[in-house]
C-alpha cells in the first residue's frame, strides 16, 4: 500500500513548565509527499523535524494547521505508520524474527502468518541467517537492517524515518544506505526521511524540504532530478549531485557558521 501525506499551514507550540512561556517549534509549514515518493526534510537541530514526524504518526497534534494521509486528518496514532529512530529500539531479549512479529501481534494473524510473514521480511533486509540471533549478537547495522524489517511487516502506508543512519559508522552507513534504497523502493512505500547529512538527502530521495531554524518552516523545496534512487552510490557518483549539495549548503548558510 501506498499514501499520500499533506502538512496544510501547520503550527506547533509546546508548553514550557519550567518558563511558563511557550516554545513555537514549527510555524506555517506546509509541504506534501506523493504516494511512493521519498521526501528528505532537512533543518538545523531543534527546528522541529521529529515534532513533524510525531504529528503524522497521531502522537499528538498540531496547534493549528492539518495533517492528512490520504485527504484525511490524523486524529490519533495510526497502525498504519511505520516508524524508524536513530535507536533500533530492539527488544534485547527477543531474538530477531521475534522481534520482528512484535508489531504484528495486535494483528490478527495466526502464528504461522505472523512468522512466514516475518521471516519473508527478514530475508528481504538480507538477515536470514541471523533471524534466530539476538539483538547483541548482531552489528550496528544488521540491527537497522532488522528495525527497518520491524517497521515493513505491518505493511505500513507511510514509513517515518528519523536520522537512521546517524549512529552509525561511515562505511556501515554507505552500506545501509544502499540497502535501504533498495528495500524501499522495491515495497514502493511513501518516506519521508529525517537528516542533518546534506549528502544522504540528494542521494535518498526524490525531493528535498529545507526548513529554517526553530521555529521551523519550509525555505526551500526542489526535486532531484537524477537517477538511481534506489542506488544512493551510483546516485552520489552522478555529476549533478554535487550542486544539490551545495544548493542545500547554501540554503542553511552553513558557511557563516563557526563549528
Ligand atoms: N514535548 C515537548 N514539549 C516541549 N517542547 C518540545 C517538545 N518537543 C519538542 N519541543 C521543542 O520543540 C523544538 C523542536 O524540537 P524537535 O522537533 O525535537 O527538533 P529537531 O528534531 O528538529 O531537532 C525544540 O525547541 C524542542 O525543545
Ligand atoms: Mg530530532
Redesign the pocket.
Known amino acids: 500500500m501506498t499514501s499520500s501525506l499533506d502538512l496544510k499551514d501547520i503550527t506547533k507550540v ?3 513548565r519550567k518558563t511558563g512561556h511557550e ?1 513555537t ?1 514549527v510555524t506555517g509549514m506546509s509541504f506534501s509527499v506523493k504516494p511512493g515518493e521519498l521526501v528528505a526534510v532537512v ?10 514526524l510525531n504529528m503524522v504518526s497521531g502522537l499528538y497534534g498540531p496547534s493549528q494547521g492539518e495533517v492528512l494521509i490520504n485527504g484525511e486528518p490524523v486524529r490519533s496514532t495510526r497502525s498504519d505508520v511505520g516508524f524508524m529512530l536513530q535507536k533500533d529500539l530492539l527488544l534485547p531479549w527477543r531474538n530477531i524474527v521475534s522481534n520482528v512479529e512484535f508489531g504484528l501481534e495486535e494483528k490478527k494473524l495466526t502464528r504461522k502468518e505472523r512468522r512466514d510473514r516475518a521471516l519473508s521480511e527478514i530475508d528481504r533486509v538480507r538477515l536470514s541467517e541471523f533471524a534466530f540471533h539476538y539483538p547483541h549478537q548482531l552489528s550496528g547495522g544488521m540491527r537497522q537492517r532488522a528495525a527497518l524489517a520491524r517497521t515493513l511487516a505491518i505493511d505500513p502506508e507511510i514509513v517515518l524515518l528519523d536520522e537512521p543512519f546517524s549512529a552509525l559508522d561511515a562505511q556501515t552507513k554507505v552500506v545501509l544506505q544502499k540497502s535501504f534504497s533498495a528495500t524501499i523502493a522495491e515495497t514502493g512505500v511513501t518516506c519521508l526521511l ?1 537528516t542533518h547529512d546534506l549528502q544522504e538527502a540528494v542521494i535518498m530521495s526524490d525531493r528535498v524540504v529545507v526548513l529554517s531554524g ?1 521555529p ?1 518552516t519550509v525555505v526551500d523545496e526542489f526535486p532531484i532530478d537524477l537517477p538511481h534512487r534506489d542506488d544512493p552510490m551510483a546516485r552520489s557518483m552522478e555529476p549533478g549531485t554535487r550542486d544539490y549539495v551545495k544548493r542545500l549548503f547554501d540554503t542553511l548558510h552553513l558557511e557563516d557558521q563557526a563549528a
Do not use: E, M, N
Request: with cysteine; glycine share 22%; aromatic share 6%.
Open positions: 509546546f508548553p514550557d516554545i517549534a533543518g538545523p537541530s531543534g527546528c522541529g523535524k521529529s515534532t513533524i529525517i526553530r521551523g
